[in-house]
């Protein structure tokens, strides 16, 4: 029996990512959480729910809240509330505001819902899944955020559609900040099992294009319709069937890294990570030279943000410092 929170439920994202998590046959129980003021609008979600689980001919509870208490028992809570950019605006333009909603909500789920994964999707969501790790105190492998998996993703999809391939066809990775710096691994992208580079077609392979389009496509999408809703749903959906189904697939996801890239971490970033019931635990890699050097810079970039982030919060009388770690070790 899993139940699966998910906190932002009136959300674009938050509305969504619930609908695509009960495809789930591991969930049983989805609590959509939403501010107070929202409970007219979560109590409809919720009927409306039944309504389709029942056409479908599924038995999931749906049950609603605007009390984080009720999140106890939780075996996922999925954080999607925050503000989101708007036109013009990039991510970390929202890191201060959203890490002050992040903080305490991490610290009350960190204290209710100890044996809880938590999912982390508000951006900037490197940022924040460093926040909800030091203010929930849980584990590094209980944390983890919907990093570059979507942006492997999208970079999959524009390969598969150039070779005119089935998009299973193509494995793809980028590592390191769901932003600007993000890195692509063409050491790490295969067709049909053979590496991209020696498939002669690839000297002629946009790249440029196609790295430059993975870069701006959150923004594209903000700006033609509003925000970015079904693929990120349908990828916090694989995420969650990853750690129910304790899978030990391998994602791309914002993980606490200590130094199983190239000796290089101590951050939350996008790295490929072995995903089961227990978490997302970092996968030591070896890649090519030139992507040590954007994956480090990436990681600095990230640094940086999070220790001015800390700084802000920890010196903010309302929210103040980060919870102490609550056990010291996981077997992975
Ligand atoms: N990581 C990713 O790949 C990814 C993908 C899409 C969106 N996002 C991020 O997810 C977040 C949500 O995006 P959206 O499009 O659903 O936005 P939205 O405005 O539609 O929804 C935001 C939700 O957060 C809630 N919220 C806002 N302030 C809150 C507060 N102080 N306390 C509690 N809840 C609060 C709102 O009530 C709402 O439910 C944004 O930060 C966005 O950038 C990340
Ligand atoms: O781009 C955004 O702001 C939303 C999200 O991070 C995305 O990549 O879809």
Redesign the pocket.
């Known amino acids: 029996m899993s139940k699966v929170t998910i906190i932002g439920a009136t959300g674009n994202v938050g509305t969504f990512a619930a609908y695509a998590v009960s495809v789930d046959p591991h969930v049983h129980e989805i609590l959509l959480y939403g501010r107070e003021g929202r409970e007219a609008f979560l109590k409809g979600l919720a009927q409306d729910f039944a309504d389709s689980f029942a056409a479908r001919g599924t038995n999931i509870r749906v049950t609603w809240t605007t009390s984080l208490k009720d999140v106890a028992g939780s075996d996922i809570v999925v954080i999607t509330a925050g503000t ?2 708007g036109p013009g605006q990039n ?1 970390l333009d929202l890191a201060l505001g959203n890490a002050r909603i992040i903080a305490p909500m991490a610290r009350t789920i960190g204290t209710i819902a100890p044996d809880t994964k938590i999912i982390m999707v508000t ?1 900037p ?1 490197d940022v924040m899944t460093c926040v909800a790790l030091k203010y929930s105190g849980l584990k590094p492998n209980q944390v983890f955020g919907l990093g570059t998996h ?1 942006d492997s993703m999208r970079l999959k999809s524009l390969i598969a559609s150039y070779f005119k391939v089935h998009v299973s066809e193509v494995h793809t990775r980028i590592i390191g900040e ?1 932003g600007d710096s993000m890195v692509p691994l063409w050491s790490a992208t295969t067709i049909g099992g053979i590496k991209i580079s020696n498939l002669p077609a690839f000297a002629h392979l946009p790249v440029q294009d196609f790295i430059q389009s993975v870069k701006t ?3 594209q ?2 700006k033609n319709k509003g925000s ?1 809703v079904y ?2 749903g349908e990828a916090i959906a694989t995420l969650v069937k990853t750690i129910l189904g304790d899978e030990n697939r391998i994602l791309t996801v914002s993980a606490y890294v200590k130094s199983e890239v190239h000796g290089i971490g101590g951050v939350c970033i996008g790295v490929p990570a072995r995903i089961n019931k227990n978490g997302a635990f970092p996968v030591t890699i070896r890649i090519d030279e030139s992507e040590v050097i954007a994956y480090r810079e990436s990681v600095e970039k990230i640094r940086a943000t999070i220790h001015q982030i800390i700084g802000e919060l920890e010196n903010d009388k309302d929210i103040g410092p980060a919870a102490p770690k609550r056990q010291k070790k996981t077997r992975v």
């Open positions: 989101p950019r991510r951006n969501v979507l769901h496509s959150g923004e999408i903000i970015t693929g990120p």
